[in-house]
């Protein structure tokens, strides 16, 4: 793949992202208190939805990387957000459970098509080695997603109702998202010139799976997942276990998402000067911070923070280190494949997370799910140095 020169391309990409994100993703906890006032369902059966979705794109994920390697990337990231629009304006309707689920397994499919995971091997089939770097921008804009659908939808809700907020957001899929994505691939198309590819599909993709290291980055992903959403999906009540107040607690879990952002800047600021490996080594070691400051709010409240901010940095970080790392211990031909595959693991885990936060929390108590999620970035680095090693012999 030979890259003639940067564009505006990927900065269109990367706002489609961040309206779709707002949409598709952060809708629901946008408006889910609404949605209960006004239907007065079972907060189980609300969370069923974006459970469902979130299942579903795991299960497709590996189909739509296949997808992207045979050149579809373009029509997935289009058409994945009319669909996702579509599927938001049926959301709207939704009065009964069955039609509120269908909604929801409908926005998996478009979310399978057109978020990240997709876009990610777009950009890494189009532009190479050189996707790193594009890769960051994409989710250096995306970052702020939360920080558009929280306050439009809870506006719109206030002022016009839930429905009338989801309705908003199928549009801005439809004649936002959908145009800005098509625009994007178009430049990136004149930018970029593919070169042949030369490997067989699902002979190549059979070898990889039989490589112990596809395994390893499996688990190196899960367990990273994992040791991130059982603590966020729970941090207001954990924190309130350990004696810190509700507000402060909020608050901390507010400061999050913030820092995703700020840790992708500082590695776009640094990635020309570091690798991918020196790159995981620090982020898997922001984990294990994370989780020992948050073992101390109990007798220093304001430790919370260092966690929030260790802890969202880390993860905003590790969205973009890992296709890379996929890519360079896995190699790049047929990379959608192979990385929709990786993939099952990660969305599966922030899946069950908020099961296993609940068990952990009630069997345990905070310092079970503590302990427990340092035991998994402890494992995750394990498994990271492991990984690097063995690419490393294997390139010798």
Not at 104 to 132: D, H, P, T
Not at 349 to 377: K, N, Q
């Amino acid at each position: 793949m030979v890259e003639r020169r940067p564009g505006l391309g990927v900065w269109l990409l990367a706002t489609g992202q961040t309206l779709g994100y707002a949409c598709l993703f952060y809708s629901f906890a946008a408006l889910i208190l609404s949605m209960e006032t006004d239907l007065g369902w079972d907060k189980r059966l609300f969370a069923l939805g974006p459970m469902l979705a979130i299942g579903i794109s795991a299960v497709l994920a590996p189909f739509v990387g296949r997808l992207v390697d045979a050149g579809r990337g373009q029509s997935l990231l289009v058409g994945g957000a009319v669909l996702g629009g579509l599927a938001l304006f049926g959301l709207s309707q939704a009065r009964v459970p069955g039609h509120y689920l269908a909604a929801w397994a409908v926005i998996g499919i478009a979310q399978s098509a057109c978020l990240y995971e997709a876009a990610f091997a777009y950009l890494v089939r189009r532009y190479g080695v050189a996707a790193r770097a594009r890769i960051i921008r994409v989710t250096l804009i995306a970052g702020f997603a939360s920080t558009l659908a929280f306050p439009a939808g809870a506006a719109l809700a206030e002022a016009f109702g839930w429905r009338v907020a989801i309705l908003v957001a199928a549009v801005v899929m439809l004649f936002g998202a959908a145009p800005l994505h098509l625009l994007g691939c178009w430049i990136i198309r004149a930018e970029t010139v593919l070169e042949v590819d030369e490997a067989s599909g699902k002979g190549f993709v059979a070898q990889v799976l039989r490589r112990p290291v596809f395994w390893g980055l499996a688990g190196l992903f899960g367990l990273v997942g994992l040791n991130h959403w059982i603590l966020i999906s729970f941090l207001v009540p954990l924190l309130v276990a350990m004696g810190v107040s509700h507000g402060w607690a909020v608050l901390a879990a507010s400061v999050v998402g913030p820092c995703q952002t700020l840790g992708r800047f500082a590695l776009m600021r640094l990635e020309a000067r570091i690798g991918t490996a020196q790159a995981i080594g620090w982020t898997l070691a922001m984990l294990l911070g994370a989780s020992a400051l948050l073992a101390m709010a109990g007798i220093a409240p304001m430790a919370i923070f260092g966690f929030a901010a260790l802890q969202g940095a880390a993860m905003g970080i590790m969205t973009i280190l890992r296709p890379a790392l996929v890519a360079e211990s896995l190699g790049r031909v047929h990379f959608g494949a192979i990385s929709g595959m990786l993939s099952i693991s990660s969305l599966g885990a922030s899946a069950v997370a908020p099961l296993v936060a609940a068990t952990l929390f009630e069997t345990a108590g905070p310092a079970g799910m503590i302990g427990a999620s340092f035991a998994m970035a402890l494992g995750a680095l394990g498994l990271a140095r492991w990984v690097l090693r063995a690419e490393s012999g294997r390139a010798a």
